[in-house]
């Protein structure tokens, strides 16, 4: 009797004991889920992490804005080496022994006949030398001289050349490819003014001023008050040039045209230091 009875008891217990477990796992299984959602739980209303993505320099974004305009008018890319040789860079383009721009003051020598071209002019003469006109082309690119930085100077800086060359083009087919270019990048309300000057490898040479983009002609302290910036060299190509090239000087007449690509990306954002392109502060960069 005693026996039994210790029996039932024990049997009573185990049958509490179990359920106790049961119970406490079943607890154990439903805090560890709760944890597990807790932690993988996602927020919908969170920020999301911004990714920094790169960007074009903004002398990129004026080249490649030069280059478009210049290709829905029907002219092609044209490239050239930095590295030059002085027949390209001052020979062929009519410039004389003893000019100044042949100076070693002036200019990068790396040999006695190379150099480190001082503009993209050269680019002119090495595409007539391959190709027969119609000749329609610009070329952005580097170009070298011995200048200290400052606001508007750099040793090394961006040009873009234009040359056109055929059977009677004039001087009204290089006003009016200047001006639709100004009112195409700078705005419709742009002027483009010729002035005569003197460039070895162009007769008649002119410089290139547009009315001013700061004060639209009126004159402000940019344009020092006359209400125009120059932007350019231009003219007709000299015929000498021909005689280099092998292209008949009596059937042919071109124009050819160059500038600073930093000038024209100066005067469209606004930005009154060349050096900000060439320093790589991001403060700078970043806001385009
Ligand atoms: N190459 C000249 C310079 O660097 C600019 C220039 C003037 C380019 C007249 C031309 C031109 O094509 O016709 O100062």
């Known amino acids: 009797m005693q026996r039994a009875e210790f029996g039932r008891i024990a049997n009573q ?13 079943a607890t154990i299984l439903e805090r560890e889920k709760q944890k597990a959602l807790e932690l993988e739980a996602l927020d919908v209303t969170l920020p999301g992490n911004r990714r920094r993505i790169g960007h074009r320099h903004p002398l990129t974004i004026v080249r490649k ?3 478009d ?14 590295v030059e040789n002085t027949y390209y860079n ?3 383009l009519n410039f004389p022994p003893g000019h100044p ?11 006695e006949s190379v150099i480190l071209r001082t503009h993209t002019s050269p680019v002119q003469v090495r595409t007539m030398e391959k190709t027969r006109p119609p000749v329609r082309i610009i070329c952005p690119g580097r170009v070298f001289r011995r200048d200290a930085f400052d606001p ?18 004039t001087f009204a087919d290089l006003k009016g490819t200047l001006e ?3 009112k195409e990048f700078f705005g419709e309300k742009t002027k483009t003014r010729l002035r005569p000057s003197f460039f070895p490898f162009v007769e008649p040479g002119a410089e290139v001023d547009v009315s001013c983009v700061f004060c639209d002609g009126a004159g402000c302290r940019i344009c020092k008050g006359t209400g125009w910036i120059e932007v350019m060299g231009s003219g007709m190509v000299h015929p000498n040039l021909y005689g280099f090239v092998n292209y008949d000087a009596d059937k042919l007449t071109g ?5 600073g690509i930093e000038r024209y990306a100066m005067l469209k954002y606004n930005i009154n230091d060349l050096q900000l392109f060439f320093q790589n502060d991001m403060r700078f960069l970043e806001q385009f």
């Open 180 to 182: 639709r270019f100004h």
């Open 255 to 259: 124009f050819a045209f160059g500038g």
């Open 65 to 67: 804005e030069i280059e």
């Open 13 to 25: 217990l185990k049958i509490k004991i179990d359920a106790t477990l049961d119970a406490m796992h």
């Open 90 to 92: 001052f020979e062929a």
């Open 152 to 169: 508007t100077h750099s040793p090394m800086f961006h040009q873009v050349e234009c040359l056109v060359v055929d059977e009677g083009i």
């Open 101 to 111: 721009a042949r100076d070693p003051r002036d200019t990068f020598y790396v040999g």
């Open 69 to 82: 305009i210049f290709v829905s008018m029907g002219y092609s890319v044209e490239d050239g080496p930095e």
